[in-house]
């Protein structure tokens, strides 16, 4: 459990931690020097309870708001100042709408210095606070009167501080490991140790971890958890990792920088979050401001960009999309701070919707309509809004690095959404399974439709296919979609074209009868199908009349066209790609010639060029100086 200080500079909040712990956070010289706390202090106490309580004590000093926001965030728990002489002061109300905007749920408003003032002071100041805590996330929170000097109502505060934290949510230990880092150091004799608050997962000796958003890989060595050395850490402590490795060469780690588990240590310079400005801004704000951004411990500058392209209103709520000038790391749910260019005052703050927004340029809506989806606190909730209104379905592994799920939680996740999942190279995109289940039957109609309009075709390519079925989604899905039917044999495919299982072409007479005739011709062992100036001579007919028909049978898809001179039965040509895949298969450099491919098939030398060539213009093999690759997968 962390707890964190909060409010104006000089209102008593290091001398109320040092008077609850012992510990005098205010180390460094020129804090002592200044009676100002600068730096963030850490103190760690039992309160009476038995566990180690850890206390974050920030600066009050409007210079240092950058460096509250870094120590608040994260706190389970907040010791919310404000001097009983001097009443709410600037940093009263702007850390006041730091912990609302950062959802800090839990605190109590300590009104200090009460030796000073009479108690009419008290009471007036005790109303004004409340007045200001209305409709924050502190708003019920207790306001208790102390004096850090002569030590009145300390007792009733840690009391207080103890019921207060028995009522904390305890943080679900789920998600990926990650820890905000806020101090980096060296230590003589152990090396490089990082400690922070872990916002998520765990940790334990001996794991891999990463930087984010730089990527460099490091090695726990040893945790100390509440200042005690410990084997393993989980989500709401304070944490001291000693760390190795390649990481570290990437560049110091430093405070904003996060350490977080294998699967998480991406960064996002887009970021899609719904934000609210602050009701206190004296105007709108407009599309594209430059401000400051804090999530976590980090902050850098960027550009408010409204998806709905409206300013935004004093006190309202959009979702926008943060374009930020370096990349950071965050997940969704994480808060967002946002103050001014000049970093001097707080305009507002949010919710990390989607750190991972697709490139693809989509339309204002679709982009509105998925960010909307995102604001549902529950996965599950979110998953299901997405992938209802997504042609294309939703980039599932994306979502889950999105929602920092572990691999485990993902697969959970897929369990219990009704989706389909396809793409390469590892069921990467999700359906909706409504969708899919529509997507299949267009197809199907689409042959249906066909068949009963050109009874005498036998099917239709792919690309007709796609465009048949009038669906507007892309290849990969319409793949997964046909391969699906195919595995089902909904659909059967013969020598490229794809129909209806029960379909039989039905010919008009004429055409029967000469596809009788030709037909044993042409059905022969794959080394002695003759060539047209042959067929003419055998079929007695002429070269204009008998090309008309063969033109009209590969349309029909009764023979395949390989060249003006050959055409091939169908399962002939199944056999030779076959063949032409095997040869590739096996061949160490993936490719073959045209002398190995008449070796393993016995045809003859033209037979083979223009087989190859045939290969070639439907996209089987490519041709690479004097070889071939074989370029579609096998179906
Ligand atoms: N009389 C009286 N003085 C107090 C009390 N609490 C703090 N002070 C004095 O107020 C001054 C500021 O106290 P700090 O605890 O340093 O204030 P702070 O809020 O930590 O200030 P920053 O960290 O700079 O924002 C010091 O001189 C304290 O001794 C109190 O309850 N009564
Ligand atoms: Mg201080």
């Known amino acids: ?231 393993a850490a989980a989500s709401g402590v304070r944490c001291a990792l000693n760390v190795a490795g390649e990481g570290l060469r990437d560049g110091d780690i430093a405070r904003g920088d996060w350490v977080v588990g294998e699967a998480a240590h991406f960064g996002s310079q887009r970021i899609d979050a719904r934000l609210r400005l602050l009701a206190s801004e004296a105007g709108p704000l407009r599309g594209r401001t430059p401000v400051h951004v804090h999530i976590g411990a980090a902050e850098t500058t960027g550009r408010v960009v409204p998806l709905d392209g409206q300013d935004l209103a004093p006190g309202a709520t959009a979702l926008v999309q943060l374009q930020l000038d370096h990349p950071l790391h965050a997940v969704h749910g994480d808060r967002v701070v946002l103050r001014d260019q000049s970093a001097r005052r707080t305009v507002g703050g949010g919710i990390v919707l989607n750190p991972l927004p697709e490139a693809r340029r989509c339309g204002r809506e679709e982009r509105l309509r998925q960010a909307r989806a995102l604001t549902a606190d529950d996965p599950a909730v979110a998953l299901r809004a997405l992938l209802a209104g997504a042609g294309d379905g939703v980039d599932y592994t994306r979502f889950a690095a999105a929602w920092n799920l572990t691999p485990a939680e993902r697969e959970a996740l897929a369990e219990g959404v009704a989706m389909v999942r396809y793409g390469p190279p590892s069921a990467t995109h999700a359906v909706d399974a409504r969708h899919w289940v529509a997507l299949g039957d267009a197809l199907l109609s689409a042959l249906a439709r066909l068949h009963a309009a050109e009874p005498e075709r036998l099917g239709l390519t792919r690309a007709e296919l796609r465009a048949e079925s009038e669906v507007s989604i892309g290849l990969a899905l319409f793949d997964a979609a046909l391969e699906d039917l195919l595995g089902r044999r909904a659909i059967v495919t013969e020598a490229g074209l794809y129909r209806l299982p029960g379909h039989q072409p039905v010919r008009n007479p004429a055409d029967e009868r000469m596809w009788q005739r030709l037909r044993p011709l042409v059905d022969v062992d794959d080394r002695r199908v003759p060539v047209v100036t042959d067929l003419v001579s055998a079929l007695g007919t002429t070269p204009p009349l008998l090309e008309a028909f063969l033109l009209k049978f590969a349309k029909q898809g009764l023979l395949v066209r390989v060249s003006p001179k050959r055409y091939f039965m169908p399962a002939m040509i199944d056999r030779q790609a076959a063949l032409v895949r095997a040869l590739a298969a096996e061949l160490p450099s993936g490719r073959f010639t045209a002398a190995d491919f008449r070796d393993r098939s016995g045809l003859g030398r033209n037979a083979v060029i223009e087989i190859l060539e045939y290969f070639d213009r439907v996209g089987l093999t490519r041709r690479e100086g004097d070889a071939r690759a074989v370029l579609a997968p096998k179906r």
């Open 1 to 231: 459990m962390i707890i964190a200080t909060a409010g104006h500079v000089d209102h008593g909040k290091t001398l109320l931690v040092r008077t609850l712990t012992g510990v005098d956070t205010d180390r460094l010289p020129e804090e002592k020097a200044r009676g100002l706390s600068i730096e963030l202090g850490y103190a760690f106490h039992d309160l009476g309870d038995g566990e180690t309580t850890g206390f974050i004590d920030v600066p009050g000093h409007e210079r240092f708001v950058r460096t509250m926001v870094a120590g608040v965030t994260g706190t389970d728990l907040v010791l919310f100042v404000v001097a009983a002489d001097d009443g709410p002061m600037p940093q009263t109300a702007e850390h006041l709408a730091i912990l609302d905007l950062l959802g800090v749920a839990r605190g109590i408003v300590v009104l200090s210095k009460c030796d000073r003032v009479e108690q009419a002071r008290v009471d007036e100041v005790s109303a004004a606070i409340r007045a200001m805590l209305a409709g924050t996330t502190l708003a019920n929170c207790p306001i208790l009167p102390v004096s850090a000097v002569t030590g009145d109502g300390i007792d009733a505060l840690r009391a207080a501080l103890l019921r207060e934290k028995a009522r904390v949510q305890p943080r679900p230990a789920s998600g990926n490991f990650r820890l905000a880092v806020d101090r980096s150091f060296v230590l003589k004799g152990a090396g490089r140790v990082v400690t922070g608050t872990v916002f998520s997962g765990r940790v334990a000796i001996g794991d891999s971890v990463r930087v984010a958003p730089t990527g460099g890989e490091l090695r726990v060595r040893g945790i100390y958890t509440q200042n005690a050395a410990a084997t």
